[in-house]
């Protein structure tokens, strides 16, 4: 008869040390558990069981199981991704006495102490190591008295390896044996301790501290025998993969620091997000992690181009087709960070790219030795967070200002104002642009504010000097109810010139 054994260690861990090995030289670990282990388990759990039921002791029924379990053969089924954890070294105490041990010496009485080592195999929770027993004594009778045994077993090894084992009753979903016993050892075996076929229940039941047991290499009645373990897969990073949200035009995040980004900082912070996303994005494409968009291919640059805002030739997409990163701002700092595209939804990848570079802190301060001491946390915000003022889909006819509005042209020639292109000219140009023709009233609030500007790559080594421009903030009052989100200027891909809606309700 075929018995199969399903062990799982819900704390992902098997403490256990071969028998008469010294765990600080212990070159290979108890893996696969031991069937020597197993019987003498086993055979403890019998007498609490006989306990528990208040049967009379018979001994000779427990003497059937061990003998079954002794002249069966065993192989297994080990989870190819368990490995050999770092061992754990704890000072134990021991003997009361005098510390040092000499009275003569001024001293204290108290525990010594004696430095344990702790060997460990981790395995992971969710794969457990299944065990084929082979043998023809096994009845329903003696099945039935195992599986008593087995449900009574609540650690196996040490006390801290917390198990759970039974015997498998349907054959749906068991995997076949990965690793043999054999009496010979190959290259590559481990030993493993088994029982002999003759080994009785004086042998079995025999502690640990029994003087004949105490001088052998190994126990009465067991013998080595040895195990060759499956090959383990290559180590590789497990990809994450969040859920996917169709329809997904909008990705929020909370900004968290310790101290609060300078509002004139804002297009530093979203533009190196940016950056960050595009580089995992550009990681997930291509499985490179060193991947750069000047080293992909045009076929990558084309697929991420939605997220870099270029083409693959490096030109700027046309039709706001690209993605923007906005910081929304509450009082005078900015309290989220927005990720946003109204052309079409984020796909898988790019979900993922924009969560994976929400994990690691962004920096806010301006290129220095300092730079990387002024950093933010983003949280992602969950779904059922609503959408801030203006990206909702509600319409307004006042919309103010949220962040500085940055002329896209340089409006002032030696102080005075270029025809055409004054600050009310252009956002009406710019409104006009993104089709939003109703009649509008611009007005211009506060005093001009210095405030940082992306500057692309492309044009940084051209005009160094654009780094910084002075932005206004601005009241719009539509003739008639506009729709959001409403961002204009220099730099509204990137945070600055946006808008929300004035907090009267036009509409009364």
């Known amino acids: 008869m075929r018995l199969v054994l399903r062990l799982e260690f819900p704390l992902g861990r098997l403490h256990a040390t071969p028998w008469r090995v010294n765990p600080f030289d212990d070159p290979y670990g108890e893996w696969p558990p031991s069937p020597w282990r197993l019987v003498r388990a086993v055979t403890a759990r019998w007498y609490q069981w006989a306990r528990e039921t208040e049967a009379p002791t018979d001994l000779a029924r427990l003497e059937k199981v061990q003998a079954a379990l002794c002249r069966s053969t065993y192989s297994f089924h080990l989870p190819p991704d368990a490995r050999k954890g770092r061992p754990l070294r704890q000072y134990h105490p021991t003997e009361f006495g005098w510390r040092p041990a000499e009275r003569k010496k001024p001293g204290t009485r108290s525990y010594g102490t004696s430095l344990v080592q702790d060997n460990y195999w981790c395995v992971p929770p969710e794969a457990p190591v299944w065990w084929f027993i082979e043998g023809d004594d096994w009845t329903d009778e003696l099945r039935t008295l195992l599986a008593q045994c087995l449900e009574r077993i609540t650690y196996f090894g040490r006390a801290e390896t917390l198990t759970r084992i039974g015997i498998v009753v349907s054959s749906h979903g068991i995997p076949a044996p990965n690793c043999e016993l054999i009496d010979k050892r190959a290259a590559g075996a481990v030993p493993v301790l088994s029982p002999l076929k003759d080994a009785t229940r004086n042998d079995i039941e025999r502690t640990t501290d029994d003087a004949e047991a105490v001088r052998r290499a190994v126990p009465p009645g067991a013998r080595w025998l040895y195990a060759v373990r499956p090959s383990r897969p290559e180590s590789s990073e497990r990809r994450r993969v969040p859920a996917h949200r169709p329809d997904c035009h909008l990705m929020q995040f909370a900004i968290g620091w310790n101290v609060a980004p300078e509002p004139r900082a804002i297009v530093r912070l979203t533009s190196r997000f ?51 990163f906005l910081a929304w701002c509450e009082g005078n700092y900015p309290t989220r960070l927005l990720v946003w595209r109204g052309s079409r939804a984020f796909d898988a990848d790019e979900q993922e790219a924009i969560l994976l570079a929400a994990a690691r802190e962004v920096s806010w301060a301006a290129a220095g030795s300092d730079s990387d001491e002024w950093k933010v946390r983003l949280v992602p915000l969950d779904r059922d967070v609503p959408p801030p003022p203006g990206f909702d889909g509600r319409p307004s006819i006042t919309w103010d200002s949220v962040t500085p509005y940055v002329p896209p042209r340089h409006h002032l020639r030696r102080g005075k104002e270029r025809e055409g292109d004054s600050t009310v000219d252009q956002i009406r140009r710019e409104l006009l642009e993104r089709g939003i023709t109703q009649e509008v009233t611009i007005e211009v609030v506060g005093s001009p504010k210095w405030v940082s500007v992306h500057v692309p790559r492309r044009e940084g080594n051209k005009r160094a000097s654009i780094g910084d421009r002075r932005g206004q903030m601005i009241q719009l009052r539509f003739a008639a109810a506009t729709q959001g989100p409403i961002r204009l200027g220099h730099s509204s891909s990137f945070g600055l010139g946006l808008f929300r809606p004035a907090e009267e309700r036009d509409e009364a």
């Open 274 to 324: 940016r950056g960050a996303v595009l580089r995992e994005l550009l990681r997930l494409k291509t499985g490179d992690p060193a991947a750069t968009w000047t080293r992909v291919s045009k076929d990558v640059r084309e697929a991420v181009a939605d997220m870099a805002g270029k083409d693959s030739n490096d030109e700027p997409l046309k039709g706001h087709r690209h993605t923007e």
